[in-house]
């Protein structure tokens, strides 16, 4: 089983404006994964690797992050990564989150597009609040690193 130390979003700086709208607290403890509802793979070459989906639950959803579209991914699949999406039942979505990240301004800020997916396939916060959510906090993030820059 795979180690998971947190299972709140998170930003490469650590800031997390989104998880008081979901939970409390964070969430501190270590856990292991047996079941997920909700499984995202933010590198598609993992899907070689790694066996992604294992903790997939049956019905469950499959977020991939990849240059090709829905039209032209599934063929790129490992054979192994179809059978589990079919078996489960996933239901699955794509996006090329390196593309949507550059022509909004972000750079390689892939995660921000991702946690803006998850909130609005999940249902977690209704998909506007998610949004703006994840705006503020990438303005305050990019605030933070231009004053840093400056000093």
């Not at 990564?81 to 996933?90: D, G, P, S, T, Y």
């Not at 991702?114 to 993030?141: H, M, W, Y």
């Amino acid at each position: 089983m795979r180690r998971v130390t947190s299972s709140t979003i998170r930003t490469s700086r650590g800031a997390n404006d989104l998880a008081p709208a979901v939970r409390k607290q964070p969430i501190r403890a270590p856990y292991l994964i047996e079941s997920a509802e909700f499984v995202a793979c933010h590198q598609a070459n993992f899907l070689e690797r790694l066996d992604v989906l294992r903790v997939a639950a049956e019905g469950g959803t499959f977020l991939l992050n990849t240059p090709y579209g829905p039209e032209a991914i599934w063929d790129r699949l490992p054979r192994s990564v179809q059978l589990q999406i079919l078996e489960k039942r996933l239901r699955m979505f794509v996006i090329d989150a390196s593309k949507v990240a550059r022509d909004s301004g972000l750079g390689a800020r892939i995660n921000t597009v991702l946690q803006t997916c998850f909130f609005a396939i999940s249902g977690v916060l209704p998909r506007d609040e998610a949004i703006r959510r994840i705006k503020n906090q990438s303005r305050r993030a990019t605030a933070t690193r231009e004053a840093t820059s400056c000093a």
